[in-house]
Structure formats: C-alpha cells, structure tokens
C-alpha cells in the first residue's frame, strides 16, 4: 500500500516539475484561472508552485554536480 501510494506521489511531482520546464521554456501552463471552484483553483495553483520548486532544486543540485556542464 505504502509503496503505491510513494509511486503515485512520485508521478505527480514528476508530472509538476515537467509542467514547471514546459512553462519555462515555451511560456505555456495549464489555464488555472478557468476553474470556477476557489479550492480547486488554490491546490491546482499549489501543486504547480510545487513542480516549480522541484524543478529549481535539480538545477540546483545537477549545477553542483560534476556530472552536468553549463553550455550558453
């Protein structure tokens, strides 16, 4: 159970964090203000901040790493 339940979180965040690399790199996100309900609206706007900080912290950490290399 607990191991369906971590793969399930684990998808999610994954699914955020590329929505938070599409929107950083085309400019496109979800359409969030086109939800009428105010809650559903505030957790579709939590769970993109979400995917925006995953995707913040692994630049941060693929930056440390001598693994990756910055190309401009």
Request: some cysteine.
């Amino acid at each position: 159970m607990f191991g369906r339940l971590f793969h399930l979180t684990f998808d999610a965040l994954l699914i955020s964090a590329v929505l938070a690399g599409i929107k950083r790199s085309t400019g496109l996100s979800p359409a969030v203000g086109k939800l009428k309900n105010k809650d559903l609206k505030q957790l579709a706007v939590t769970y993109l901040e979400l995917g925006e900080w995953v995707c913040d912290l692994s630049i941060v950490v693929m930056g440390r790493s001598s693994a990756f290399e910055r190309r401009r």
